[in-house]
């Protein structure tokens, strides 16, 4: 009776949403959230907020996510490889 819960997507959706308006550590916030309320964090997420990061000059911190996230056992796609490879070499 707690009524919907979130899912990858939606998480997603809102980390874009804090992407976009220059808050790359309040979509940090929901990636970690997302396994405390039973949401498999997948490859799009972790992009999601590494490119965020990145786009805000914090690139110390993206690839430290990045990190995490080939630790954390995420398979990575081409394409997400090469968008996380260019956003982390430019």
Do not use: W
């Not at 309320?37 to 490119?51: F, H, L, P, S």
Request: charged share 20%; hydrophobic share 40%.
């Amino acid at each position: 009776d707690k009524g919907i819960t979130p899912d990858v997507y939606s998480f997603t959706i809102r980390m874009k949403s804090f992407c976009r308006t220059s808050r790359p550590y309040a979509a940090l916030r929901l990636l970690n959230n997302m396994a405390s309320q039973g949401c498999e964090m997948n490859v799009v997420a972790y992009c999601t907020v590494v490119g965020g990061f990145y786009e805000e000059g914090f690139k110390a911190e993206a690839y430290e996510l990045f990190g995490k996230m080939i630790a954390s056992g995420v398979s990575l796609c081409v394409s997400a490889f090469n968008k996380v490879l260019h956003v982390l070499c430019k």
